[in-house]
């Protein structure tokens, strides 16, 4: 199933897609973070069942899927090709680049992203998103996949001059309000095909930017659950970005930053389409 937070006609909520409808199930938990928590998904199809029409999904407002999650983890350079695409002659890492954001930075399908007036370095980077269905600390690779819950799409913005700002984070770089985007759904773990053979696009006004497979991942989708459960408890709901392939603008020369009017579209098949604007924020 296909589960996603809106709003519309004044309140916010959440449901599943039916059609080109979404069904509220609102009235069975508070969120869709809550549902996961309460492992009711087998209530909520109940209740996506027996439910009438909802509203449009055009007339809707997309908002991220997770209300607030516990935890939004991004992996950094975990395609092979990205990482050769760094040019520094390094080999390829043991252990996974690790960084995080916060809520405020993501917007929804639909949504505008913001370029800040501090820099005109706003970058996109497209990515497949582990959403944690069951909490689990020192996960084995082995029962890993017993621990997703589905999966959605990332624009991972980037202001990248804001990323050297200090020695040994890009912490600053990656949490500008509205930078980067999510959703526009969760589609459930039972719905996507094998893990290590899924797709993923970047276009920019319809222009082909990134193009990868999560094959090519030096670090999967199980070794990633396995080793952030390592070190910290995984809860549901929590967010786990999966890395980008190569294409980034920033890997032009010159580099091909955002400007206002810009489209962004990420795309992953059995996935979604996760599609949003470039704007400058106003102050």
């Known amino acids: 199933m296909k589960f996603l937070s809106f709003a519309h006609a004044g309140r916010q909520s959440w449901g599943a897609v039916r059609g080109d409808r979404v069904v509220d199930l609102g009235d069975t938990f508070r969120s869709l973070r809550h549902m996961i928590a309460s492992d009711g998904t087998a209530q909520a199809i109940a209740a996506f069942e027996k439910g009438g029409e909802g509203p449009v999904l055009s007339e809707i407002t997309y ?26 002659g390094s080999g390829e890492p043991s252990y996974p680049s690790l960084f995080m954001r916060t809520p405020a930075s ?66 600053q770089g990656k949490n500008f309000a509205s930078s980067g985007a999510i959703g526009p759904w969760v589609v459930t773990r039972d719905e996507v095909g094998p893990l290590d053979d899924l797709e ?47 294409g980034a603008g920033a890997r032009f020369d010159p580099p091909r930053w955002l400007a206002p009017g810009d489209v962004v579209e990420v795309s992953a098949p059995g996935v979604g389409i996760l599609n949003n604007q470039v704007e400058d924020e106003a102050v």
């Open 63 to 88: 908002l991220p899927p997770i209300a607030k999650p516990d935890k939004i983890l991004c992996i950094g350079v975990n395609y092979r090709n990205r990482n050769a695409e760094y040019k520094d």
């Open 200 to 246: 993923i696009i970047t276009r920019v006004n319809g222009e082909e930017r990134q193009h990868g497979y999560t094959r090519d991942l030096m670090f999967s989708f199980r070794y990633i659950v396995s080793y952030l459960s390592t070190f910290m408890e995984l809860l549901p709901g929590d967010i786990v970005a999966t890395g980008t392939p190569p």
């Open 106 to 171: 993501l917007t929804g399908h639909g949504g505008a992203l913001f370029r800040p007036p501090e820099s005109e370095q706003l970058d996109y980077e497209g990515e497949i998103v582990i959403v944690i269905g069951k909490a689990g600390r020192r996960i084995s690779e082995a029962s890993a996949e017993d621990h997703i819950f589905g999966l959605t799409l990332m624009n991972e913005g980037t202001i990248r001059d804001w990323l050297r700002h200090g020695k040994f984070n890009v912490t």
